[in-house]
C-alpha cells in the first residue's frame, strides 16, 4: 500500500541554521503531498501541499518540491528559529473523493537559541 | 482563524464502557474525518464523512465504531464497547470541499483503563 516514509525522527538545530527534513513516499497514480506541523498540546496545522511533479509548495519560510523522479517532498527552510520547533509531518493524500491521508511518522525539530 | 473544536480534551473510561467523542467542525465544511494517534506513533486515518453517509474507512475502524452527524450538530465518533487498545488521541478534522487540505482540531485523549 501508499506509505511515507521520514529518515530523521529527531532533528537539532542552532537558530539561523538551514533545515532540511526528508520524505519519501510510495504510492500507485499520481498522489498530493503535503507538510503539516504540530505543536505541543494542538492538533496538526496545515502547512502547505503540492500536487504536480516540479510544483513547489511553501509557507512560513518553509518549503518543499514534488519530484516525481526521486519521489521525494523534502522540507526546508533557510534559517530556523526557536519558535520553529514542532514536529513535522510528510503526507500524501490519494484523493478519490475525499482526502484519506496517509501521514509519515513525523520529525520532531528543536531549535536552540 | 476558523477551528475545529474537540469536547472533551481528555476522556477517562473502564474498559467495555462506550464513549463518544464530540467534534465541532468549521460551519461551512462539508467533509469529516477521524485519525487516530497512539502514543509515540504516526497519525492513521480511521473514517472520512460526506452528505451524512461515511465515504471510506480504514481497517482500523472496527465494528464497534460508528460516526453521525446528525442534523448538522457535532460530529460524533462512538466507540461501543471500548477495548485497552482504543487508547489514543483522536483528531477530527474538517475541510469544505474534497480539494481541500483538512483542518484538524486539538484532539481528545482517550484513556481506556
Known amino acids: 500500500g501508499d506509505s511515507v516514509t521520514q529518515t530523521e525522527g529527531q532533528v537539532a538545530l542552532s537558530e539561523e541554521d538551514f533545515l532540511t527534513i526528508h520524505c519519501n513516499y510510495s504510492a500507485s497514480g499520481y498522489p498530493a503531498l503535503f507538510w503539516y506541523v504540530q505543536y505541543p498540546g494542538e492538533g496538526p496545522q496545515f502547512l502547505f501541499r503540492a500536487s504536480r511533479d516540479k510544483e513547489k509548495g511553501s509557507s512560513r519560510g518553509f518549503e518543499a518540491t514534488y519530484d516525481k523522479g526521486t519521489t521525494s517532498f523534502h522540507l526546508r527552510k533557510a534559517s530556523v528559529q526557536e519558535s520553529d520547533s514542532a514536529v513535522y509531518y510528510c503526507?500524501?493524500?490519494?484523493?478519490?473523493?475525499?482526502?484519506?491521508?496517509?501521514f509519515g511518522s513525523g520529525t520532531q525539530l528543536t531549535v536552540m537559541p | 482563524g476558523p477551528k475545529v473544536l474537540q469536547i472533551p480534551s481528555h476522556q477517562i473510561i473502564d474498559m467495555g464502557q462506550m464513549v463518544t467523542l464530540n467534534c465541532d467542525p468549521v460551519s461551512n465544511h462539508l467533509y469529516f474525518y477521524w485519525y487516530k494517534q497512539i502514543l509515540g506513533q504516526q497519525m492513521e486515518f480511521l473514517v472520512n464523512f460526506y452528505n451524512g453517509k461515511v465515504m471510506e474507512k480504514s481497517k482500523l475502524f472496527k465494528d464497534q465504531f460508528s460516526v453521525e452527524r446528525p442534523d448538522g450538530s457535532y460530529f460524533t465518533l462512538k466507540i461501543q464497547p471500548t477495548a485497552l487498545e482504543d487508547s489514543a488521541v483522536y483528531f477530527c478534522?474538517?475541510?469544505?470541499?474534497?480539494?481541500?487540505?483538512?483542518?484538524f482540531g486539538e484532539g481528545t485523549r482517550l484513556s481506556v483503563l
Open positions: 478534522a474538517s475541510s469544505f470541499g474534497s480539494n481541500q487540505a483538512p483542518l
Open positions: 503526507a500524501l493524500g490519494a484523493s478519490s473523493g475525499s482526502w484519506q491521508l496517509i
